[in-house]
């Protein structure tokens, strides 16, 4: 079954510190992984796609096969970072995705 | 280019009535899907249309059950609902395999 771990509820951090938002997953397949956002009042909408292996908005993850993790960072926290973050785990060619409970993160000034 | 859109925003309904739920993808995207985001449930896999063709469904009871039509805009209809049915129910749409994208989502409160 698949099965996506989101360790914490709630990161607080100030504005100029690292972020890491941990992710592990649970699949038995080839996994395709995902970071969605949801800022406040906004639509869920995505952030990173493991296969692009691009930063957006300075944020990148790396998939780790053998911790089968995918965990989210950024080097210097910004105020307008501030959302709720969902790690997504799809299921190739079964297009249901699998989302973890999601944490919060604060970024205060 | 429009997002995603559903309709209506919040939609409240009692015990045993049926709910309808829309949704409309963004333009060329052919596939549809459907989340259900209970309070402390998070968010689960619904359904899956594509091309008119449910392919894919969660684990949810006979009476969660939907179509797409020729325009792949998509309906979810709840029959005979129940208290714990009441959720945010999130649409998504994607081109083939590409990442999905989601719409504000239905709120539905059973009364």
């Known amino acids: 079954a698949q099965r996506v771990t989101q360790p914490e509820k709630l990161l607080s951090v100030f504005k100029g510190a690292p972020v890491e938002l941990k992710c592990n997953y649970s699949?038995?397949?080839?996994?395709?992984l995902f970071w969605y956002v949801q800022y406040s009042r906004q639509r869920l909408q995505l952030l990173l796609r493991?296969?692009s292996r691009e930063s957006i908005k300075g944020f990148t993850a790396d998939l780790n096969k053998g911790e089968t993790s995918f965990h989210l960072k950024k080097p210097f926290a910004q105020e307008e970072d501030s959302a709720m973050y969902y790690c997504v785990l799809g299921g190739t060619g079964r297009r249901a995705l699998t989302f973890g409970s999601g944490t919060r993160l604060q970024v205060q000034p | 280019e429009a997002g995603v859109t559903q309709s209506p925003t919040h939609l409240i309904k009692t015990r045993g009535q049926q709910a309808t739920l829309r949704c409309s993808p963004i333009s060329g995207h052919t596939s549809v899907y459907w989340y259900q985001q209970a309070l402390g449930l998070g968010l689960q896999f619904l359904l899956w249309y594509d091309e008119g063709e449910e392919r894919n469904r969660g684990n949810f009871p006979p009476r969660f059950s939907g179509r797409q039509f020729p325009n792949y805009s998509s309906e979810l209809n709840v029959n005979a609902l129940e208290l714990e049915d009441s959720a945010l129910y999130l649409c998504?749409?994607?081109?083939?395999?590409?990442?999905?994208?989601f719409g504000d989502g239905t709120r539905l409160s059973i009364l």
């Open positions: 699949y038995s397949g080839s996994p395709e």
């Open positions: 493991h296969i």
């Open positions: 998504a749409s994607s081109q083939f395999d590409q990442p999905q994208h």
